[in-house]
């Protein structure tokens, strides 16, 4: 059916909104949880303190990526609101479970699987829903839902902050769960529109049986040539992404000391990357068809080039500024992922392509944050890491800037083929009227002859 472009829609997207807010809010103040973990878990003995560490937010974010291919299928199967609301309901048991370990290691599985997990499975339907309701405003609506997730990345550290030095580490994860409480309500809003694997194939009277691998495992979307390259370019820039929300707060107590507020930083890179999807969420509603990668393009670029500049300031106001546009620029990368996705595939096969696309995205985001940590514990300084964390934005825009064109020439192909297939077919059409004329003569002549 034709997206309503509103009505009950405003509500999905507040709840989607939510969302995000909760999943990328808690996942992006992973840096002061990692600087509290540190001073819990940690000993002056450990020379691999910061690597082990760094490894608990790195899987908790790679995980929420790792698992969406597997949450877009079963968003296919079972619907947008069934998998919300189930993925909350682990990510809540998740969370409550990490506020009761004693030492780092539990945590891999309790914070970075099981509650990262959850998240993922009430993350991706958030996107998918969207389309069932709007169309013409998808960017919009994109924008503001992805939004969310700067307004609590903006409040979050102060709130963690304080609630860390008044409460500890371990209440402050059982507050954090009321968060997770609210998502698992939201998730009953996502009404679908659009009919489910399980409806098509056995209807709500019949009974279900699964359909073939093939229809699960949508892998027909890497026969797009222009998806293939956007699906492994925005990877290769990624593995430095989430190195600055990590380490940043580590960064900055080596380079300045205890006095100054680094949670400043993380409000800045709110603020902006909010503005950012607001901005140019809206603005890509008016960029036809593919050409809105060049808006990933140019975020890849100063991002990159914006990581690089982390080490050369010496005066906290220069690195205040760096974060005011690195964060603009995420902004802007996140925010046009689904659009792009429904101008490379189509609204039939997005689910699974942008669960592919996250899935790939699991690996560098995992990688990056230790190995920066590795590098700290064995040069004594993140310079090097924020360097190196520059280099693959860089190298993946410069990949992206290819996909307009192929995807372009794609287009003209499709349009050739049904031209094509129109000739033949009148061809056909005139030669079977020829061979009738040829044959109605002479029996016309007879009949005048008698």
């Not at 034709?2 to 939510?18: C, D, I, Q, R, Y």
Request: include cysteine; charge should be positive.
């Amino acid at each position: 059916p034709e997206p309503p472009e509103g009505g009950w829609g405003w509500v999905v997207m507040l709840a989607a909104m939510w969302c995000n807010g909760a999943v990328f809010g808690i996942q992006n103040s992973c840096g002061v949880l990692f600087v509290s973990m540190l001073r819990l878990f940690g000993s002056s003995e450990d020379k691999q303190l910061v690597f082990k560490t760094a490894w608990v937010s790195s899987l908790s974010m790679g995980m929420v990526f790792f698992c969406s291919p597997i949450v877009s299928i079963f968003t296919d199967l079972f619907g947008c609101r069934k998998v919300a609301v189930i993925g909350a309901a682990v990510g809540l048991v998740g969370l409550l479970s990490s506020s009761f370990v004693s030492t780092i290691e539990p945590l891999y599985f309790t914070y970075g699987i099981l509650f990262a997990c959850g998240c993922s499975f009430a993350y991706q339907p958030s996107l998918v829903i969207l389309g069932h309701y709007f169309k013409k405003r998808l960017g919009l609506v994109n924008g503001i839902v992805t939004a969310g997730s700067s307004l609590f990345t903006v409040s979050l550290p102060f709130l963690l902050r304080v609630l860390i030095d008044s409460v500890d580490l371990y209440n402050t994860l059982r507050v954090l769960c009321i968060l997770m409480f609210v998502l698992f309500l939201a998730g009953f809003t996502y009404k679908p529109l659009v009919p489910t694997t399980k409806d098509k194939e056995g209807g709500k009277k019949g009974k279900f049986k699964l359909p073939p691998a093939k229809k699960i495992c949508n892998f027909s979307v890497f026969k797009v040539l222009s998806y293939r390259i956007w699906a492994f370019g925005i990877p290769a820039a990624l593995f430095g992404y989430f190195v600055p929300y990590v380490h940043l707060m580590n960064h900055v107590k080596d380079r300045f000391g205890n006095g100054v507020p680094e949670e400043v930083l993380l409000l800045c890179l709110g603020i902006t990357s909010g503005v950012g999807r607001l901005v140019f969420g809206r603005v890509a509603d008016y960029i036809p068809g593919a050409k809105k990668i060049y808006l990933q393009v140019a975020s890849f670029f100063f991002i990159g080039l914006m990581s690089m500049m982390i080490p050369l300031c010496n005066v906290f106001g220069a690195l205040v500024a760096v974060c005011l546009f690195m964060g603009l620029f995420d902004g802007c990368f996140i925010c046009i992922m689904a659009p792009i996705a429904f101008e490379l595939v189509g609204a039939q096969d997005v689910s699974q392509a942008i669960g592919f696309l996250l899935g790939l995205m699991s690996v560098p985001m995992t990688v990056g944050p230790p190995i920066a940590g590795l590098l700290r514990d064995k040069l004594g300084t993140y310079d090097v890491a924020f360097y190196l964390a520059g280099v693959p934005p860089l190298i993946g825009g410069a990949i992206l800037c290819f996909i307009p064109w192929v995807h372009e020439r794609q287009k003209l192909k499709e349009r050739a083929k049904p031209v094509d297939g129109e000739t033949t077919e009148k061809m056909l059409e005139n030669e079977s009227t020829l061979v009738l004329d040829t044959t109605e003569k002479p029996v016309k002549e007879l009949d005048s002859g008698f």
